[in-house]
């Protein structure tokens, strides 16, 4: 995030794009409710499906699955033709203006709503409404990203961020909300392929030279890694033996779930590292009890790059250790000593080799926590990014056309299919259907058909329906509502039973390597 979460209460127009938000991240609803409700903030909301924030909202775009860009350049271009943009903070602080222009000028209203399904009328809106507002903040979630086209799309956002000059300014920004407690933290902390902590790339010859140094290794990879989906790949080709899966459940949440399993099978060797006994855990050979985010210590990094201090507040059952001290002894018998006394030593570390943890330390995050970046003892960190120059200089726009989804709907597979979360349980349910109360209040998986295509296929809210795709079928029980539009299908993603990611495709963002969960086409009829 660009921006702390209390700035939305400073945003004159909050836009909602991808993102359930008071099922999936219910504290941000409230804020966003709060500035609707008590601030007069105005809401545009941007989803397939009638969430719940759309009765909060001044303007609703009901876009098709897969045709964010076409929208967004919509608006951009609305908005330079009305001459609403930032002239001035364009000029000083931006480049590739002009390209972005002559790209976005195809977008005209009544193009883009033959992509996206959005009433001409209804983009117009909310073009002036964003364009006329200052500031004005973006809040998105994974429907942007989990798409072929997802780096483009977050790149399209800021395009619009940086055209009205909502970017370095309190209430504004592009902020994309994390899905769990230390998401943000692991990033930073260089659990990505391509990366040392704190974003230092590996390919940097004096990076990597200042880490070899600190660990007392020679020669780490000049190359960048495998993302996750790339490693079930080389797995079905031999070219990865083993694979250590810690707090992660891909048989569930991967797409196409039996090329998953395929490729689980094809391994040497597999560990997982877990507090409970996952559908992954089940093909591994060796599992490693962990613990919670209660019986351990150490910090997290929220969503607003807050680092916070976790404190311990019981004891872990049975064997199970904290993760850094299984790692700590498994490094140790393969020959390389990691002697830490407990958190504050590793905390120590971090931030010696990480310029944006410089000056966090145990004693100075007791209290609120503090944001990155904090280069030194002295600062007290940066709630907002970018206020007076960009990281890279001068923010620059980028050109990018939309393109559609891989697997466009047929005669066959008539339906789009979208998948996501409901308020009672997260991710693949390790946690949550655990619990015997959220199963109560959720115990099954419920697809949602819209009423007309109910109707038309002769179905009852209730009765169960299969759905199948190029890779798999489900069969699941039908929900019948107004909140998926025509011709679309959401499944929650979080039952065994019916695993939604049998069905879904595993193309992948060419940049990010982000399967595209958010759209495949699916046949449905009555079981």
Same mark, same amino acid.
């Given at each position: ?15 909602v794009t991808g993102s359930n938000t008071t099922e999936c991240h219910p504290i941000f609803a409230n804020y966003i409710k709060e500035a609707v409700l008590r601030k007069g903030a105005k809401l545009i909301v941007v989803d397939p499906r009638k969430i719940d924030l759309v009765d909060y909202a001044d303007i609703w775009l009901r876009a098709k699955p897969g ?20 002239s001035e903070y364009i000029k000083e602080r931006t480049e590739g203006f002009e390209e972005l222009k002559a790209a976005v000028e195809k977008y005209t209203p009544q193009y883009v709503s033959g992509i996206t399904g959005i009433p001409a009328s209804d983009l117009m809106e909310a073009a002036r409404a964003y364009g006329k507002a200052k500031p004005a903040s ?9 798409? =072929? ?34 998401? /943000? ?10 990366? +040392?902590?704190?974003? /230092? ?9 200042? +880490? ?19 490693? $079930?790949?080389?797995? #079905? #080709? ?7 899966? !810690? ?9 196409? !779930? ?14 997982? /590292?877990?507090? $409970? ?56 018998? !393969? ?5 830490y006394k407990g958190p504050e030593d590793i905390m120590e570390e971090i931030r010696s080799v990480t310029p944006s943890y410089a000056g966090i330390t145990c004693q100075r995050i007791e209290g609120a926590g503090i944001p990155w970046p904090c280069p030194d003892e002295g600062h007290q960190g940066t709630p907002i990014l970018h206020i007076e120059k960009f ?32 308020? /009672? ?5 390790? !946690? ?41 079928? =489900? ?14 299908? +959401? ?22 390597? =982000? ?13």
């Amino acid at each position: 995030m660009t921006n702390p979460i209390a700035d939305l209460l400073k945003s004159e127009v909050i836009l909602v794009t991808g993102s359930n938000t008071t099922e999936c991240h219910p504290i941000f609803a409230n804020y966003i409710k709060e500035a609707v409700l008590r601030k007069g903030a105005k809401l545009i909301v941007v989803d397939p499906r009638k969430i719940d924030l759309v009765d909060y909202a001044d303007i609703w775009l009901r876009a098709k699955p897969g045709t964010d860009i076409a929208w967004i350049n919509g608006l951009i271009l609305l908005i330079i033709k009305e001459n609403l943009q930032a002239s001035e903070y364009i000029k000083e602080r931006t480049e590739g203006f002009e390209e972005l222009k002559a790209a976005v000028e195809k977008y005209t209203p009544q193009y883009v709503s033959g992509i996206t399904g959005i009433p001409a009328s209804d983009l117009m809106e909310a073009a002036r409404a964003y364009g006329k507002a200052k500031p004005a903040s973006i809040l998105y979630t994974m429907g942007i990203t989990q798409h =072929i086209t997802g780096t483009d799309t977050v790149k399209s956002l800021a395009n619009l961020a940086m055209l009205c000059g909502n970017v370095g300014v309190p209430g504004g920004g592009v902020n994309p909300l994390r899905g769990q407690n230390n998401v /943000q933290g692991a990033c930073d902390l260089g659990a990505l392929p391509n990366v +040392f902590t704190g974003y /230092q790339p590996v390919t940097g010859d004096e990076v990597r030279e200042k +880490f070899e140094e600190a660990w007392g290794v020679n020669n780490l990879p000049r190359t960048p890694g495998l993302t996750v989906t790339e490693m $079930f790949s080389a797995a #079905e #080709e031999g070219k990865v033996k083993a694979i250590y899966i !810690m707090g992660e459940n891909p048989l569930l949440s991967d797409p196409d !779930m039996n090329h998953i399993e395929h490729c689980l099978k094809s391994l040497e060797f597999l560990v997982v /590292q877990d507090i $409970f006994l996952t559908e992954t855990a089940k093909y591994a050979d060796v599992v490693l009890p962990a613990t919670s985010f209660a019986e351990k210590e150490g910090t997290f990094t929220n969503s607003e790059r807050r680092v916070q201090r976790v404190r311990k507040a019981v004891s872990p059952p049975g064997e199970a250790r904290e993760d850094y001290r299984i790692i700590c002894e498994l490094s140790g018998r !393969m020959g390389y000593p990691m002697d830490y006394k407990g958190p504050e030593d590793i905390m120590e570390e971090i931030r010696s080799v990480t310029p944006s943890y410089a000056g966090i330390t145990c004693q100075r995050i007791e209290g609120a926590g503090i944001p990155w970046p904090c280069p030194d003892e002295g600062h007290q960190g940066t709630p907002i990014l970018h206020i007076e120059k960009f990281v890279r200089g001068k923010g620059l726009f980028f050109a990018i056309d939309y393109k559609p989804p891989a697997e466009p709907t047929d005669e066959e597979y008539p339906f789009l299919l979208t998948t996501g979360r409901v308020l /009672q349980h997260y991710h693949t349910g390790t !946690m949550t259907r655990k619990g015997r109360g959220l199963n109560m209040l959720y115990p099954e998986l419920l697809a949602e058909i819209n009423t007309d295509d109910a109707v038309h296929l002769g179905i009852g809210s209730g009765e169960f329906i299969r759905i199948a795709s190029r890779r798999g079928d =489900i069969k699941v029980k039908s929900l019948i509502s107004e909140r998926p539009g025509r011709g679309v299908i +959401f499944v929650p993603f979080h039952f065994s039973e019916s695993p939604a990611n049998a069905l879904t495709i595993n193309a992948l963002d060419p940049i990010a390597k =982000i399967p595209e969960y958010k759209v495949c086409a699916v046949k449905v009829e009555k079981a």
